[in-house]
């Protein structure tokens, strides 16, 4: 180990209880996005208060600090015309359901802290700011200026980045990695599309008939629930009781009123990169709907669970490239409120492709099928060759800490800041074969030993990166 390294690694194993305790206050903040509460919360008072937190703590570290308009700040030290950074995210998705620990209580068990926001990405987040503190204490020389950017909407559009780079003009990077992956490093992330798609429902008198349903959190998350509720004559309501008793699927159950009938549906909620991982409850309530005699939503009923397959065949756009494998689709937000069905999809397609490419592939089937795309959002890919900067140094700034020269850098559907930051790369925090996360699931967690690896990691690569001799095409 050089006497570099051995001050990052002394000052970390040093100020150990510090770091888990600031950790445990900023994830019991329940940093989910809320509709804007005045020109400084534009994504909700508890994203404030997680940002707040963060650059008090900060400033308390020693770093300047700088709020950027509630839509990001940043902490920063040392000198210089040029700046490198890593950028982590504070907002967090939305908890869902079946969790064995509380899902914002920072509770530690056998060596890790369990909460939402733990993996993804305050844990990582934490690790580069106590990372570029133990830098900072060394006392080592520096060619740049070091900043950690704290953004509070990655988890619903990035609006955050955008303000931060091109509506506050914020100055960028001449290199910069966000830990908001797995080690080795991330080189390519797939592109995102949501897709809203909509179509009117022909009302008839009598029914039975669906009233309203409605299931998911967020396009990016496979929905743990979905409800229903079906309206009609008495005579019909009782002959769907009827067929909803002798329905297969256990995880469907359904109580009747005088009115109608409410109807509900549990899955499992998982990434939407990794959509295999859940068990989308949407497409479980419309399969038992469809088990009632509903004739004027057949139709579009039978369209969703024949839509959610994974890799985007339903929807007539599944394909593959070399770089980062096959599409996968993920059905995050389904709507009806009677006269019109909404739904979301979140696509994450090959490095190769354009989102013409997609488009080009859906709009023949879903026109033949009545459905409307409404309107689509689109986040490109990236592809960072791994012969350029910052992957150069990375890599190996990694392979010294760890002597894991196996391990090989690579590719996800999951997208994160490096796609919206130049000379950029996701760097970790998530080790090789390592039990963290999994991010947006139940019992989200990071390991202790993991948390307090990585700051040591990133405490040496900002170190390299600040100091990294570069030439005009790096």
């Not at 599309?193 to 008939?209: D, F, Q, Y």
């Not at 950029?424 to 090789?432: E, L, R, S, W, Y």
Request: hydrophobic share 40%.
């Amino acid at each position: 180990m050089s006497d570099e390294i051995g001050l990052f690694h002394r000052w970390v194993d040093d100020h150990r209880d510090e770091i888990i305790e600031a950790l445990q206050g900023v994830l019991r903040i329940p940093s989910k996005k809320e509709d804007a509460v005045g020109p400084n919360a534009p994504y909700g008072k508890p994203i404030r208060e997680a940002l707040d937190y963060t650059l008090s703590l900060s400033e308390r570290l020693g770093f300047r600090v700088k709020d950027v308009d509630g839509h990001a700040g940043h902490a920063e030290f040392g000198e210089g015309p040029e700046m490198v950074a890593a950028l982590g995210h504070l907002d967090v998705v939305p908890e869902g359901d079946r969790w064995q620990h509380p899902p914002f209580g920072a509770q530690i068990d056998y060596g890790y802290i369990y909460s939402r926001g733990a993996s993804d990405d305050k844990g990582p987040t934490y690790a580069a700011l106590f990372g570029a503190k133990a830098l900072m204490e060394s006392g080592l020389p520096l060619k740049r200026r070091v900043r950690i950017i704290f953004g509070c909407d990655e988890e619903s559009g990035f609006g955050c980045v955008h303000h931060y780079w091109e509506t506050a003009k914020e100055e960028r990077p001449v290199l910069a990695f966000t830990p908001d992956c797995s080690f080795p490093m991330i080189y390519a992330e797939k592109g995102i599309a949501n897709l809203h798609l909509e179509k009117r429902v022909e009302r008839t008198e009598g029914g039975p008939r669906v009233a309203s349903m409605a299931g998911g959190r967020r396009p990016n998350m496979v929905p743990d629930f979905a409800e229903a509720r079906i309206e009609g004559e008495p005579g019909a309501l009782l002959n769907a009781v009827a067929a909803l008793q002798k329905h297969w699927d256990r995880n469907v159950s359904f109580e009747a009123d005088g009115t109608g009938i409410r109807v509900s549906a549990v899955g499992k909620s998982a990434h939407g990169a990794n959509p295999t991982a859940g068990d989308n409850a949407a497409a479980r309530l419309a399969r038992a709907l469809l088990d009632v005699d509903l004739p004027a939503d057949r139709e579009w009923l039978a369209w969703i669970p024949a839509s959610v397959d994974p890799s985007g065949r339903g929807l007539g756009i599944a394909g593959e490239d070399e770089v980062a494998g096959p599409l996968t689709n993920n059905l995050g937000v389904m709507e009806m409120d009677g006269a019109t069905v909404k739904l979301t999809y979140n696509i994450r397609y090959p490095v190769t492709w354009k989102i013409d490419d997609l488009l080009g592939r859906l709009e023949p089937v879903i026109e033949k099928a009545g459905w409307t795309l409404a309107d689509y959002h689109d986040s490109p890919s990236l592809h960072v060759p791994l012969d350029k900067e910052p992957a150069l140094t990375l890599l190996r700034v990694y392979q010294l800490e760890t002597g894991d020269t196996e391990s090989k850098p690579w590719t996800m559907g999951g997208g994160t800041y490096a796609r919206a930051t130049p000379n950029a790369v996701c760097f970790g925090a998530g080790f090789p074969n390592g039990s963290d996360g999994p991010a947006h699931e139940p019992d989200e967690r990071i390991s202790i030993d993991n948390l307090l690896r990585a700051t040591k990691i990133y405490a040496h690569a900002l170190y390299e990166l600040a100091n990294k001799e570069l030439t005009r095409d790096a």
